[in-house]
């Protein structure tokens, strides 16, 4: 049977470097980008693969429950990569309602339209995936017991023997214990026992994959990363929140695509999988390496906008460290990253500086309103 796959929010910043991989390395499948298209959707983050045969893009609210399960039949759908979520922490902390009902509801909802679906047909479940796509946030916040004075150097490498150079002794392993702090890693907690429990309840054939932060092009521009580019680049202040010691472990988003792909195709289904490439970072000491690398891109003088950097009031609730363990699918699957932090880091800036047109076309109009306002009130 001709494989069909939705990949929910493939206009989104991950979800569209899944749907350009799957479109590019299998033409015999039938690819479905479902997306409602909020202010995280951007249909232009997928110029290069609108035009492909295998490729598809329909307008919907995962909430939809009548409009996807008529998707599901129409399209004799066989697989679902489940992306779309409202992915920012802080505007779930200041709308914590949007966040339930899309990233709760909305994945309940794919997941009944789905088992009806499927359940309906003569071989049922064979041949058929679920894979949600969710964060190592569910697992709360680790301690930082690393001594004092001893940071990492600027080059880390991928490989689970880097653990001496993690800020803590403690990782998040697949068997950790669910521990959600913010409104957002709550959302996607509940989330993830559904897709678990229609594994449990129905036998449905499910995946669940639970990522670090990711960085690259196409990040929507409230994200540390791009934010920070962009704020460079037009010499505005850098807010940076609390001390800027909380640690983050930053994997380039091609590789995450990467691994879902892998996951997808050869993963054991009701298993879990962290992904993550051992690369931890205080933010305050990422910081300083995206304004020296921008600079340097920019021909401006070295350190030159250092200044910009402000501290503001903390993030509510702010979670101090996360440090995933991905030796699981390292080991089972042979999963690798592939850039060193140093090359993808200097290679996603260069993308933002090169494409001023898209972060200028993002961060103008509506956005452009709501970002002061949040920086106005820290
Ligand atoms: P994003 O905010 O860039 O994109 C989300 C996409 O989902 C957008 O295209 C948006 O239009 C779409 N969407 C939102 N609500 C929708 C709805 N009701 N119906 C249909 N589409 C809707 O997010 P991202 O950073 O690409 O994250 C994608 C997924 O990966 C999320 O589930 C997120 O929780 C998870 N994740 C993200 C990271 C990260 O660092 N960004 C890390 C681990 C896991
Ligand atoms: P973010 O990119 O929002 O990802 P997440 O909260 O999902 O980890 O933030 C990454 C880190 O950077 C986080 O510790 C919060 C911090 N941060 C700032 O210090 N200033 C900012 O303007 C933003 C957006 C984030």
Redesign the pocket.
Known sequence: MKKSIVITGGAGFIGSHVVRLFVNKYPEYNIINLDKLTYAGNLSNLKDVENKPNYKFVKLDICDFDAFYELMQKEKVTGIIHLAAES???RSIKDPFTFARTNVLGTLSLLQAAKLYWESLPEKYEGKRFYHISTD?VYGALEMTRPEGVEPPFSTTASSSEHHLAYGEEFFYETTKYNPHSPYSASKAGSDHFVRAFHDTYGMPTIVTNCS?NYGPYQFP????P?FINNIRNKKPL???GK?E?V?DWLFVEDHARAIDLIFHKGKIAETYNIGGFNEWK?IDLIKVVIKTTDKLLGRAENEDMNLITYVTD?LG?DAR?AIDSTKLQKELGWEPSLQFEEGIEKTIRWYLDNQEWLDNITSGEYEKYYESMYKNR
């Open positions: 920012h922490v802080d946030e932060n409230e994200k540390l990363i934010l807010p940076v929140y800027g909380n983050r933010n993030r702010h996360y």
